[in-house]
Protein backbone atom coordinates (compact mmCIF):
# COMPACT_ATOMS: atom_id res chain seq x y z
CA UNK A 1 0.00 0.00 0.00
CA UNK A 2 1.38 3.11 -0.98
CA UNK A 3 2.31 5.51 1.70
CA UNK A 4 0.73 8.94 0.19
CA UNK A 5 -2.72 7.60 -0.17
CA UNK A 6 -5.25 10.87 0.01
CA UNK A 7 -7.85 10.78 1.90
CA UNK A 8 -10.92 12.98 2.23
CA UNK A 9 -12.39 13.85 5.71
CA UNK A 10 -15.77 15.14 5.40
CA UNK A 11 -16.55 16.26 9.16
CA UNK A 12 -17.53 19.23 10.15
CA UNK A 13 -16.62 19.21 14.17
CA UNK A 14 -13.34 21.04 14.86
CA UNK A 15 -11.90 18.69 17.35
CA UNK A 16 -12.34 15.58 15.31
CA UNK A 17 -10.94 17.19 12.11
CA UNK A 18 -8.13 18.27 14.14
CA UNK A 19 -7.73 14.35 15.83
CA UNK A 20 -8.53 12.91 12.78
CA UNK A 21 -6.10 15.00 10.51
CA UNK A 22 -3.19 14.57 13.08
CA UNK A 23 -3.93 10.67 13.45
CA UNK A 24 -3.90 9.92 9.45
CA UNK A 25 -0.93 12.13 8.97
CA UNK A 26 1.23 10.16 11.75
CA UNK A 27 0.00 7.14 9.69
CA UNK A 28 1.36 8.47 6.18
CA UNK A 29 -1.65 9.40 4.84
CA UNK A 30 -2.57 12.79 3.33
CA UNK A 31 -5.70 13.72 4.51
CA UNK A 32 -7.84 16.66 2.98
CA UNK A 33 -10.26 18.00 5.63
CA UNK A 34 -13.76 19.90 4.80
CA UNK A 35 -16.63 20.50 6.80
CA UNK A 36 -19.81 20.49 4.26
CA UNK A 37 -21.21 18.26 2.12
CA UNK A 38 -21.93 19.90 -0.81
CA UNK A 39 -17.84 21.20 -1.40
CA UNK A 40 -17.14 17.47 -0.66
CA UNK A 41 -19.04 16.22 -3.11
CA UNK A 42 -17.20 18.95 -5.76
CA UNK A 43 -14.02 17.46 -4.57
CA UNK A 44 -15.00 13.67 -4.98
CA UNK A 45 -15.71 14.80 -8.40
CA UNK A 46 -12.86 16.75 -9.47
CA UNK A 47 -10.01 14.78 -7.39
CA UNK A 48 -8.47 11.38 -6.95
CA UNK A 49 -8.83 9.98 -3.66
CA UNK A 50 -8.07 6.35 -2.09
CA UNK A 51 -10.86 6.68 0.76
CA UNK A 52 -13.51 9.12 2.15
CA UNK A 53 -14.10 9.21 5.77
CA UNK A 54 -17.66 10.33 5.93
CA UNK A 55 -19.51 12.06 9.02
CA UNK A 56 -23.27 11.27 8.47
CA UNK A 57 -24.39 15.07 10.57
CA UNK A 58 -22.59 17.45 8.13
CA UNK A 59 -24.41 20.87 8.24
CA UNK A 60 -25.90 21.42 4.26
CA UNK A 61 -26.16 17.99 3.75
CA UNK A 62 -27.30 14.33 4.87
CA UNK A 63 -24.11 12.24 5.00
CA UNK A 64 -27.15 9.29 3.82
CA UNK A 65 -28.05 11.50 1.04
CA UNK A 66 -24.27 12.56 -0.19
CA UNK A 67 -23.03 8.57 -0.31
CA UNK A 68 -26.45 7.87 -2.19
CA UNK A 69 -25.58 10.68 -4.74
CA UNK A 70 -21.89 9.64 -4.73
CA UNK A 71 -22.43 5.96 -5.42
CA UNK A 72 -24.15 6.96 -8.97
CA UNK A 73 -20.63 7.90 -10.10
CA UNK A 74 -17.85 5.86 -7.58
CA UNK A 75 -16.47 3.26 -6.11
CA UNK A 76 -14.26 5.40 -3.54
CA UNK A 77 -14.29 3.13 -0.50
CA UNK A 78 -16.20 5.19 2.61
CA UNK A 79 -16.18 4.37 5.99
CA UNK A 80 -18.77 6.53 7.64
CA UNK A 81 -18.11 7.99 11.19
CA UNK A 82 -21.45 8.28 13.04
CA UNK A 83 -22.82 8.61 16.48
CA UNK A 84 -23.79 6.28 19.00
CA UNK A 85 -27.07 4.27 19.16
CA UNK A 86 -28.13 5.02 15.40
CA UNK A 87 -27.79 1.32 14.42
CA UNK A 88 -30.61 2.21 11.44
CA UNK A 89 -28.68 4.94 10.28
CA UNK A 90 -25.01 2.34 10.27
CA UNK A 91 -27.17 -0.24 8.35
CA UNK A 92 -28.85 2.28 6.18
CA UNK A 93 -25.21 3.61 5.04
CA UNK A 94 -23.83 0.30 4.73
CA UNK A 95 -26.94 -0.57 2.01
CA UNK A 96 -26.41 2.29 0.31
CA UNK A 97 -22.93 1.37 -0.14
CA UNK A 98 -20.78 2.77 2.71
CA UNK A 99 -17.67 0.11 2.92
CA UNK A 100 -18.04 0.14 6.99
CA UNK A 101 -18.40 2.36 9.53
CA UNK A 102 -16.84 3.21 13.29
CA UNK A 103 -19.21 4.68 15.76
CA UNK A 104 -17.81 7.91 17.88
CA UNK A 105 -16.11 7.87 20.31
CA UNK A 106 -13.55 5.24 18.16
CA UNK A 107 -10.18 4.09 18.74
CA UNK A 108 -7.26 5.17 16.77
CA UNK A 109 -6.54 1.60 16.21
CA UNK A 110 -9.97 0.77 15.57
CA UNK A 111 -10.32 3.46 12.75
CA UNK A 112 -6.92 2.60 11.34
CA UNK A 113 -7.73 -0.98 11.28
CA UNK A 114 -10.98 -0.41 9.09
CA UNK A 115 -9.11 2.01 6.67
CA UNK A 116 -7.13 -0.61 5.91
CA UNK A 117 -9.53 -3.38 5.61
CA UNK A 118 -11.67 -0.93 2.93
CA UNK A 119 -8.42 -0.15 1.14
CA UNK A 120 -7.60 -3.77 0.71
CA UNK A 121 -11.46 -4.55 -1.15
CA UNK A 122 -10.30 -3.50 -4.24
CA UNK A 123 -7.59 -6.24 -5.24
CA UNK A 124 -8.55 -8.71 -7.93
CA UNK A 125 -8.93 -12.16 -7.57
CA UNK A 126 -7.74 -14.65 -4.57
CA UNK A 127 -6.76 -18.12 -5.23
CA UNK A 128 -7.05 -19.19 -1.61
CA UNK A 129 -8.25 -17.68 1.76
CA UNK A 130 -7.25 -18.38 5.10
CA UNK A 131 -8.75 -17.07 8.82
CA UNK A 132 -6.65 -18.96 11.81
CA UNK A 133 -6.59 -22.50 10.66
CA UNK A 134 -9.42 -22.63 8.18
CA UNK A 135 -8.58 -22.70 4.63
CA UNK A 136 -11.25 -22.37 1.47
CA UNK A 137 -10.03 -22.95 -2.19
CA UNK A 138 -12.78 -21.30 -4.22
CA UNK A 139 -11.59 -22.98 -7.34
CA UNK A 140 -12.23 -26.46 -6.03
CA UNK A 141 -14.88 -25.33 -3.66
CA UNK A 142 -13.13 -26.79 -0.76
CA UNK A 143 -12.48 -25.88 2.94
CA UNK A 144 -10.62 -27.29 5.38
CA UNK A 145 -9.69 -27.01 9.15
CA UNK A 146 -6.55 -27.89 10.53
CA UNK A 147 -5.86 -29.77 7.13
CA UNK A 148 -9.32 -31.99 7.62
CA UNK A 149 -12.08 -31.21 5.11
CA UNK A 150 -15.34 -29.94 6.33
CA UNK A 151 -18.06 -30.18 4.76
CA UNK A 152 -20.45 -27.23 3.91
CA UNK A 153 -24.00 -27.49 2.18
CA UNK A 154 -23.86 -25.00 -0.88
CA UNK A 155 -25.19 -22.30 1.66
CA UNK A 156 -22.83 -22.40 4.31
CA UNK A 157 -20.39 -22.00 1.65
CA UNK A 158 -22.05 -19.18 -0.15
CA UNK A 159 -21.95 -17.76 3.38
CA UNK A 160 -18.56 -17.56 4.03
CA UNK A 161 -17.54 -16.99 0.91
CA UNK A 162 -19.62 -13.97 0.95
CA UNK A 163 -18.11 -12.77 4.32
CA UNK A 164 -14.15 -13.86 2.69
CA UNK A 165 -14.54 -11.38 0.30
CA UNK A 166 -15.15 -8.69 2.17
CA UNK A 167 -13.38 -9.70 5.02
CA UNK A 168 -12.51 -7.21 7.80
CA UNK A 169 -15.43 -5.54 6.56
CA UNK A 170 -18.98 -5.58 8.03
CA UNK A 171 -21.61 -6.64 5.84
CA UNK A 172 -25.32 -6.19 6.78
CA UNK A 173 -27.80 -8.66 7.14
CA UNK A 174 -29.73 -7.29 4.08
CA UNK A 175 -26.43 -7.26 2.20
CA UNK A 176 -25.35 -10.85 2.86
CA UNK A 177 -29.10 -11.75 1.89
CA UNK A 178 -29.04 -10.39 -1.29
CA UNK A 179 -25.54 -12.32 -1.91
CA UNK A 180 -26.30 -15.56 -0.79
CA UNK A 181 -29.64 -15.98 -1.55
CA UNK A 182 -30.88 -13.19 -3.74
CA UNK A 183 -33.00 -10.22 -3.69
CA UNK A 184 -36.61 -11.60 -2.47
CA UNK A 185 -34.97 -12.47 0.63
CA UNK A 186 -34.60 -9.17 2.12
CA UNK A 187 -35.47 -8.11 5.38
CA UNK A 188 -35.18 -11.90 6.59
CA UNK A 189 -32.45 -11.62 8.89
CA UNK A 190 -33.29 -15.26 10.65
CA UNK A 191 -32.24 -16.83 7.52
CA UNK A 192 -29.04 -15.48 7.56
CA UNK A 193 -28.60 -16.50 11.74
CA UNK A 194 -29.68 -20.07 11.69
CA UNK A 195 -26.42 -20.97 8.87
CA UNK A 196 -24.50 -18.52 10.59
CA UNK A 197 -24.58 -20.71 13.79
CA UNK A 198 -24.51 -23.51 11.72
CA UNK A 199 -20.89 -22.04 10.00
CA UNK A 200 -19.51 -21.40 13.27
CA UNK A 201 -20.46 -25.07 14.84
CA UNK A 202 -18.09 -26.25 11.81
CA UNK A 203 -15.75 -23.91 11.75
CA UNK A 204 -15.19 -21.84 15.43
CA UNK A 205 -12.77 -23.42 18.40
CA UNK A 206 -15.49 -21.73 20.38
CA UNK A 207 -18.53 -21.30 18.18
CA UNK A 208 -20.16 -20.04 21.11
CA UNK A 209 -17.47 -17.02 21.43
CA UNK A 210 -16.58 -17.01 17.77
CA UNK A 211 -13.26 -15.32 16.84
CA UNK A 212 -13.93 -14.91 13.50
CA UNK A 213 -16.95 -14.96 12.41
CA UNK A 214 -18.34 -12.14 14.64
CA UNK A 215 -21.76 -10.41 15.31
CA UNK A 216 -22.17 -7.20 14.67
CA UNK A 217 -25.30 -5.93 17.27
CA UNK A 218 -28.21 -4.65 15.04
CA UNK A 219 -25.89 -4.39 11.63
CA UNK A 220 -24.99 -8.02 10.40
CA UNK A 221 -21.40 -9.92 10.45
CA UNK A 222 -17.92 -9.41 10.04
CA UNK A 223 -15.30 -12.01 9.49
CA UNK A 224 -12.35 -10.77 11.61
CA UNK A 225 -9.03 -11.76 10.23
CA1 LIG B 1 -21.07 16.41 12.48
Redesign the pocket.
Known sequence: MSLSQKVLVL???AG?QSFLATLLSSQGYVAELCGSGQQGLQLLASQDYALLLL?????DLDGLQLLQQLRLWSAIPVIVISARGKEQDKVQALDLGANDYVTKPFSAGELLARMRSALRQNQGSVRQWQFGNVLLDPVQRLVSKNGERVHLTKTEYELLLCLLRHAGVVQTHNQILQQVWGEVYQGRPEYVRVHMAQLRQKLEDNPAVPRYLTTEAGVGYRLCL
Open positions: EDDMDLGLP
